[in-house]
């Protein structure tokens, strides 16, 4: 299986950009479609963005998601922070030589 | 509105067997095109992809647990179960269960069931 890794932390100011990074180690990043979730603690991960950059509804449009095959790569790009959104983001695609699932190790996002 | 709900034990004691069930309401769990899957989570840790049974009862485990995992299905009940053999401690993690897309999203998760192996 291929390998998704993600900065362990990341840290930004409310109201300002943040962009959290999830790098396929093998194969195209472009092959599968990756989701990411966002779980508070104590609670079940819910999705922000799935199918690359698609967003459930009743998901604020300051989250976006997004493919780069130069760096073999996704990312999830959070606008306009709020404290509300410091939580753990995790990746996940799918290997589909096997059909296994992957998920990141995840990001720690902390607004402060 | 789909929602799942994990239950079982939870304290399993080394060496034995994990079981824990999933049941669906708000839908039949043979209707659509869904993948009923299970992740767990030790504490502080990240999520793992357990494995996972489509509709038609076919199966895929993670390989690095293929060799003790066992996930069904009972659509008279409307549940699916995992099952997990020979546990140690670093088994413990708070087990969810959850519904997916062929695309791998994980559209409906359960709230999470903690299951602590020890004696």
């Known amino acids: 299986n291929f390998m998704l890794t993600q900065p362990h932390s990341v840290s930004e100011s409310p109201g300002k950009t943040v962009t959290i990074s999830c790098t396929r180690s093998?194969?195209?990043?472009?092959?599968?479609?990756v989701q990411w979730y966002q779980q508070r603690p104590g609670s079940s991960p819910t999705t922000v963005i799935y199918?690359?950059?698609?967003?459930p509804s009743g998901v604020p449009d300051r989250f976006s998601g997004s493919i780069d095959s130069s760096s073999n790569s996704a990312s999830l790009t959070i606008s306009g922070l709020k404290t509300e959104d410091e939580a753990d983001y995790y990746c996940?695609?799918?290997?589909?030589?096997?059909?296994?699932?992957?998920f990141g190790g995840g990001t720690k996002l902390t607004v402060l | 509105q789909v929602q799942l709900q994990e239950s079982g034990p939870g304290l399993v004691k080394p060496s034995q067997t994990l079981s824990l069930t999933c049941t669906v309401s708000?839908?039949?769990?043979?209707?659509?095109?869904?993948?009923w899957s299970w992740i767990r989570q030790p504490a502080g840790k990240g999520l793992e992809w357990i494995g996972r049974?489509?509709?038609?009862?076919?199966?895929n485990y993670n390989p690095s647990l293929k060799s003790r995992v066992t996930i069904s299905v009972d659509t008279s009940k409307n549940q699916f179960s995992l099952k997990l053999s020979s546990v140690t401690a670093a088994d413990t993690a708070v087990y969810y269960c959850?519904?997916?897309?062929?695309?791998?999203?994980?559209?409906?998760w359960g709230q999470g069931t903690l299951v602590t192996v020890s004696s």
């Open positions: 959850a519904g997916a897309y062929s695309s791998g999203w994980c559209d409906y």
């Open positions: 708000g839908g039949s769990i043979s209707s659509g095109s869904y993948y």
């Open positions: 049974i489509y509709t038609s009862g076919s199966t």
């Open positions: 093998s194969g195209s990043i472009a092959s599968n479609y």
């Open positions: 199918e690359d950059n698609q967003r």
């Open positions: 996940q695609s799918y290997d589909s030589s096997n059909q296994d699932w992957v």
